[in-house]
């Protein structure tokens, strides 16, 4: 639930502005986290040591004890709970607001014993009431009903065993089924091909397409299916073809002009009728006038000729006769050519498409032939009507068949299988385009239909019918061991709740140390209350004071006494907590213990509002299971540079360390800010950390790579750069500015930029150069950010 000004949230602390506060100067909230952003529920703080978080939760202890913290002047700040109220430094005594902090202050206040063994102490507190002679019998007949449950939740383990070992024996079975299937699948080229973008299928594979088929189903491939299917997987791919013009074919002119040179009527000014009943004739004067027209003899019969026979003949054979003659000769020679078009300009070769497409090319190819020789007959007879025309001029001629010119019939149909062809040709090239994904396909095709047999072969359904009846079986009694385990918690809770009646800073001293023995494994350390001190005394091992205790150990004790002062708190809602850093020198098994205790103590209880800084990335790892609980947000704290002065500053956590929370990863960032960033106010403590950062990161990486404890740092340093120049000058900046034994004055002078960049470089081009995809996988990782 996002946060904003509503009456839902109105009492929870939404913003923060610092104008002054230890390292946190002009800090405004708006600006570094953003206007819509706020605090919620659950707000978890990563930063490094120094970095200002301590100071921030004194602001906070501030607001619990209404008194200025310690070490810090003139504090200003103001926290923001909606739009019309806001508490300041000014205000604050005024407000009612429920805190309660662990930290630093804390412990100097209840456990000064830890700082000053001669005047220390430790505060006693008391939790619940007086002693009770009703409560010890309730809890004897408490712990009576718990042995009976007991007795029921041992043998109902015993059934629960004997069905997780049976289920355990048929998953076995088929599980070695699945893996020797996947082996097989792994192995046939026509399955599975492991030169492409996945070079292995195995047992999760396999479970993944069983899983497509059981969930969508599918066919069986016939054995003509599956042969066709095994031909496309090897098929060569084709050159690509171009697509067909639309106007390849236009018959619409000619035919136009046919019918208009057929049916027009044309007649002589003066007719000379022998000439218009003899066609050949006709033809044969016509050609005898041009032979001799220059002539005054006959060139044939070699008589003179009579000059008005010219005149006769001419008016015979007009110029329109002639133009007439032309267009139908012109009108020949382009249907001709359309002819010649029909024939040769569609080439259609079945073996320039891929097989999948056989169907569609037959039957354009069959449709496109009678097409063709539809119109070539068309054309031809429209051809034969026009050369009888031509040898007749004024002859009309019948139209015995019908052009269907107004129509446009042939046009269409040409252009209609064009199209379509076009479309055969268009998906052709589009599937060499992906013919590898198209292989893909058809394996998965081929794969699935294959697996399909194989689950028919081995009774597949009915396995996992009887394996699901045992794990209804299963789970059955797993809700009755949890059913019966919740009864003997509250059983024991109802117990463990009038025990700690039965007296007041006993009771509490009872719960610190159930803490510390049954919670966090260490029973070696209790706390005992002296009535005439009024304090509790730490021991060791039974009845020895602890004098000496470990940074660990005091911080493991400080939480815990935290912890119980919580349980004096009746109206939790109204609460707010706040912890600081409470892994300090904690190994990793105490810091998971101390991150439980957190998410069910703290996160899991009704307190209105947590605050939690860390710098253990461990710590910051596990409280990113407590995301299962509504209202958690995740923030940083750092340094940066202004104006040459180290200030502070709270932001929202990069995506990268959200999903990522390990310092691999983290320092892997602060080098790669060095390498592809100049220096900046917003960035200085990446340069100046960076020796540190480098040198831890290259120690992790190294050791993975090559983990032989014989090897020296420096002699892994030449394997991996393979190149003494590099090693030379990696060896040097981390070793002489990340150690100052030797160059005490290092720290005094400003750092080299130029060289921690160079660094920075060598060492991310080494990476990148062998091993590019670990090098991607890092930028990806980080890029999220």
Known sequence: MELGFNSKVINMFQKINIKNLGIFKDYEWDKFIGKDKTFKRGNIFYGENYVGKTTFSKLFTFLETKKPPTGLKNPDFELVINKNKKINHNNIEKENNKVKVYNSDFKKLNLSFFTDKKDGKVNSFAILGSKNLDYEQEISDLEEKLSIINKELEDEKLVLQSHKKQRKSLDNKLEKKLADKASEIKRNVNLFDFSGKKKAYNITDIRGEIKE?????????SNDEKSRIERTIHEEEKINLDE?????????????????LLTKELKPSKTINYLLEDSKLQNWVKTGVELNRKRSTCAFCGQNIDGSLFERLDSHFTKEVNLFEKRIDETIINIENQINNLENNVKIEQKNFYEIFDNEVNKFSKSFEKSKNDCINDLKLIKEKLENRRSNIFKLSKIEFDL??????????????????????????????????????????????????FLEDIDYFNEMDEINKIINKISSHDEKVKSLNEEISNYSNKIATLNSKLSDERAAANEINNYLSNKLGHPSLKLDFIDKNNEFVIYRNGNEKAENLSEGEENLISFCYFLTTLKSISDRKNYTIFIDDPVTSLDSNNIFTIFALIDSEIFRSDFKQIFLTTHN????????????????????IEKYFKNDQENGKIVLMPNYLKKYPTEFIYLFDQINIVYTEEKNESNFHSFHNFPNNARKFLESYLFFKFPDYNMRTYDKYVKFFNDEHSVAIVNRVLNEFSHTENKFDRPMHTFNTTEFKNVAKIILDTIRSNDSDQYNSFIDTISSK
């Open 213 to 221: 088929i059981t969930e969508n189903g599918t066919e069986k491939l």
């Open 244 to 260: 067909y013009s639309q106007n390849i074919f236009n018959f619409y002119k000619e035919l136009s002009q046919a019918e208009d």
């Open 617 to 636: 990335l461990d710590l910051l790892t596990y409280l990113y299971k407590t995301d299962s609980h509504e209202g958690i947000e995740k923030f940083v």
């Open 404 to 453: 269907n010119i107004n129509n446009n019939e042939w046009n269409l149909s040409i252009e209609h299988l064009i199209t379509e062809l076009n479309n055969i040709i268009e998906q052709n090239n589009e599937y060499s385009k992906k013919i590898a994904d198209e292989r893909v396909k058809s394996r998965k095709t081929l794969r699935i239909d294959h697996i399909n047999h």
